[in-house]
């Protein structure tokens, strides 16, 4: 029985990284499966707004989509890469995270910090991705290939005073109770002394799960989200070509759009709980339009703008979102309701259901899965 719970510290201890005089770090999480630009660009993500929160070096995604009884894109995959987080950043603390600024010229206190560079995610955020889409996407009578690329970026993350304040005092709170833990037990030390009893280790193997808590609640306060964000993104698709109908390869669409997200926490919803307001403006240069004669593509400039609520409840969220699309072709608008649920920190589906441009007023629905293949980021809790 001794052996066995040795061996039980021991894995707990490498899973959570403590050792003696160490601080927890807490890992980052995947709280909003993203669609990648060259997803969004297409128009087949559950999703066209959406900002964010992926912390994940590396992700895979599949989107399908279909349009009543048939297949509009189906065999869609993209992967997508966060550079920054592929740098080593073992000593990366809380204030270097959330771009916490002071407004003194030598910091001595946590209290120092009273402000943020508002700028500070522009290279965090930057990610790039890459995609192969496979479909008819509501203008071929069969399916066409496209490859695509795109990038995305956060330009600016705002916190109110009173947000930053309390940024850092829950910060301070969960700093006050690891220091507190530190000085009551020694955890390294549950089976230095073999003359304890089975109760005394047990309390001893308690203390554990209190530095386990610590570490957990210290990943909440660190995932508190920005008053408002504002994202970035474009992206491009180059269509394949079909030998078999005459159609050269030749540009599919370029994108280029801004998504803000005005986020509200509401604690009395639940855990973890916003209600995120957004909005979207893109501009498109769109190569996939089909002469009458139905053998020649021309491009035509288009734009799109539309706003999204959305419920976000922890791991689940529910959201709406209307988009206009101002082009000199009648291609309606995008209505459509969401679901998404983030099954762990590396698992994400997310589903769409309503009305899409160019589908005619029928029903589509949209079906995403978010794989992240590598999610060592973390941060540590630490002032310096």
């Excluded at 501009?283 to 089909?290: E, M, P």
Aim: net charge negative.
């Amino acid at each position: 029985m001794r052996v066995a719970n040795v061996f039980v510290f021991l894995l707990l201890c490498t899973g959570i990284g403590y050792s003696q005089g160490t601080v927890p770090n807490a890992e980052l999480q995947n709280l909003a499966p993203p669609s990648s630009p060259a997803f969004v660009l297409m128009d087949i993500t559950p999703s066209n707004i959406i900002i964010p929160e992926n912390v994940q070096a590396f992700s895979i995604q599949t989107i399908n989509a279909f349009t009543g009884n048939s297949e509009a894109a189906n065999g869609n995959y993209a992967v997508e890469v966060q550079p920054y987080w592929y740098v080593k950043r073992e000593n990366m603390n809380f204030f270097t995270y959330n771009n916490l600024t002071s407004s003194k010229s030598q910091i001595s206190t946590v209290d120092d910090y009273d402000g943020m560079n508002v700028f500070g995610d522009i290279w965090k955020k930057a990610s790039f991705s890459l995609a192969l889409m496979n479909g008819t996407f509501e203008v071929f009578e069969e399916s066409q290939s496209f490859i695509s690329v795109g990038a995305r970026t956060r330009l600016l993350s705002l916190r109110t005073k009173k947000q930053i304040k309390k940024h850092i005092d829950d910060f301070k709170k969960q700093h006050t109770r690891y220091l507190q833990f530190m000085r009551s037990q020694e955890v390294s030390n549950i089976f230095a002394n073999s003359s304890l009893s089975s109760a005394e280790k047990n309390e001893k193997v308690t203390t554990l799960q209190e530095f386990i808590a610590i570490q957990n609640d210290f990943g909440e306060v660190i995932q508190s989200k920005p008053f408002f964000a504002l994202d970035m993104a474009l992206a491009y698709s180059h269509f394949l070509g079909d030998k078999s109908r005459g159609f050269e390869d030749t540009m599919g669409r370029f994108g280029i759009w801004a998504s803000g997200d005005l986020a509200l926490y509401t604690p009395t919803i639940g855990k973890n709980s916003y209600v995120h307001f957004y909005g979207i403006f893109r501009y498109l240069r769109d190569g996939i339009n089909l002469e009458e004669n139905g053998t020649e593509l021309f491009s035509v400039d288009k734009l799109d703008f539309g706003g999204k609520i959305e419920l976000e409840f922890d791991r689940l969220s529910f959201a709406y979102e209307f988009i206009k699309r101002d082009s000199d072709m009648d291609e309606g608008s995008r209505s459509i309701g969401s679901i998404r649920y983030r099954i762990n920190d590396s698992f994400a589906i997310h589903g769409g259901f309503g009305e899409n441009f160019r589908s005619g007023g029928t029903t589509v629905a949209l079906f995403g899965i978010q794989w992240g293949l590598e999610n060592n980021s973390s941060v540590r809790l630490s002032p310096n």
